[in-house]
């Protein structure tokens, strides 16, 4: 796992028994469920051993301190799984600097198309050049499925909310007719009437929209640290049903 941007979505990171989770610092540090402690008789800071194959099929023994251990009621990430820092893994288990995939990621994706043309240009031919949406087209079709039905929702709302302030600024004109009359027969000219509502409905905008902008900032702040219950991830009974947190946490 990567420690620092999974922190808030890995289960065992709000599950520590003893020690603590995992850090950027724990190159060589491994954290395990608490069956498996009990069934071995492990307690945090003890050394372990873990074996397993790299890309080649050759073997990669290795020793670990234990840095923490965690229970998050599964019998299947409690007793049978056990977690390492992904730069271990990538430097020892996959060799990172002699990877068979490459992936290149665009701050601005509308260059996607010149640089694969480019690269495949400037390649051997015997590598293959993909774009994400070629190698998962599913995602992609998920992606634009999700922006139109929000894009949808979007316009109706925002039409929905422009009918009700249109509805509303019509009526509180209407009303104050008689209040303009007043002001007319006393030799008040009709341009001043437009700059007094504008006036009004600019004071009353700022103030609604800045006011409007804190408490939303103060609810993406708390949520930001409680985390907003995810009802997909609940616990439907005694065992969780992913490793993956009862909550999300928007950034």
Not at 58 to 63: K, W
Not at 135 to 152: A, G, N, R, W
Request: net charge negative; glycine share 6%.
């Amino acid at each position: 796992i990567n420690p620092e941007t999974e922190k808030n979505l890995s289960m065992p990171s709000t599950h520590m028994k003893s020690g603590v989770y995992l850090d950027n610092n724990s190159y060589n540090d491994i954290i395990i469920g608490q069956d498996l402690a009990d069934y071995f008789s492990l307690s945090v800071g003890d050394e372990i051993v873990l074996m397993s194959s790299d890309i080649y099929e050759s073997f990669v023994i290795d020793s670990f301190r234990i840095k923490g251990i965690y229970e998050v009621g599964d019998i299947m990430l409690d007793k049978n799984t056990a977690f390492i820092h992904k730069k271990y893994f990538d430097d020892n288990i996959v060799y990172g600097k002699k990877a068979t995939n490459l992936t290149i990621r665009l701050s601005d994706s509308s260059y996607r198309g010149n640089l694969k043309e480019l690269i495949a240009k400037n390649i051997s031919p015997k590598f293959q050049v993909l774009s994400w949406d070629e190698i998962l087209p599913e995602i992609k079709q998920t992606i634009e499925f999700q922006f139109t039905v929000s894009m949808f929702f979007y316009v109706l709302l925002v039409a929905i909310v422009s009918f009700i302030l249109i509805n509303s600024m019509m009526l509180a004109t209407i009303k104050r007719l008689p209040e303009f009359g007043i002001y007319s027969s006393i030799g008040l000219n009709n341009r001043y009437f437009k700059w007094i509502l504008f006036f009004e409905n600019f004071i009353l905008a700022s103030f609604f929209i800045g006011l409007g902008s804190i408490l939303g900032m103060a609810v993406v702040y708390y949520f930001s640290i409680q985390g907003i219950p995810s009802p997909a991830m609940t616990e439907s009974t005694d065992q969780p049903l992913t490793i993956l947190t009862t909550a999300l946490y928007p950034n």
